[in-house]
């Protein structure tokens, strides 16, 4: 993919992102582990077991949602982004806070969650997103990325 085709996704991406109705943005930052033990060896982190790490922890999120009132045929709204290049791994979220949930308790459960997955690390920083256009513009940054095409998580992405 060219700088310009690059540029071209970024720009489209943030416009679509932009338009669309987030009511409580949190931004998240998930740091991952890169090497992990298995009953024998130990495993090196891969991009596809990062992406399928956040798609259980966000199941489990949903999941445990329920409990305070969060419809199962309701969708969290989530733009993930992965970054790896110069940086210890870790993904960047926007991702949207159910109103049947207060903001501190949110942070509790998806740290509490993120750190019961296989690839979570110990740390994860999430904070109400109070300027929405300022975040995407941060996670989206071209830097930091291998693959900017690849680095959003499109199966994700809701």
């Not at 998240?28 to 596809?48: A, C, F, G, S």
């Not at 969290?76 to 290049?85: A, G």
Request: charged share 30%; net charge negative.
């Amino acid at each position: 993919m060219s700088k310009h085709d690059t540029i071209e996704l970024r720009e489209a991406l943030l416009e679509f992102c932009r338009s669309k109705n987030w009511n409580n943005p949190q931004a998240v930052t998930l740091t991952l582990r890169t090497w992990r033990p298995t009953d024998t060896v130990w495993v090196k982190l891969t991009e596809y077991e990062a992406l399928q790490n956040l798609r259980h922890f966000l199941n489990v999120v949903h999941k445990k949602l329920a409990a305070y009132g969060f419809r199962k045929k309701d969708d969290l709204q989530c733009l993930p982004i992965f970054e790896d290049d110069r940086v210890r791994p870790h993904l960047h979220l926007m991702l949207d806070r159910p109103q049947c949930i207060e903001a501190a308790e949110y942070a509790d459960l998806l740290e509490y969650e993120w750190s019961r997955t296989h690839w979570g690390h110990e740390r994860a920083d999430i904070k109400p997103c109070d300027d929405e256009d300022g975040w995407l513009d941060y996670i989206s940054k071209l830097r930091t990325k291998s693959d900017y095409a690849a680095a959003i998580d499109w199966t994700n992405f809701t």
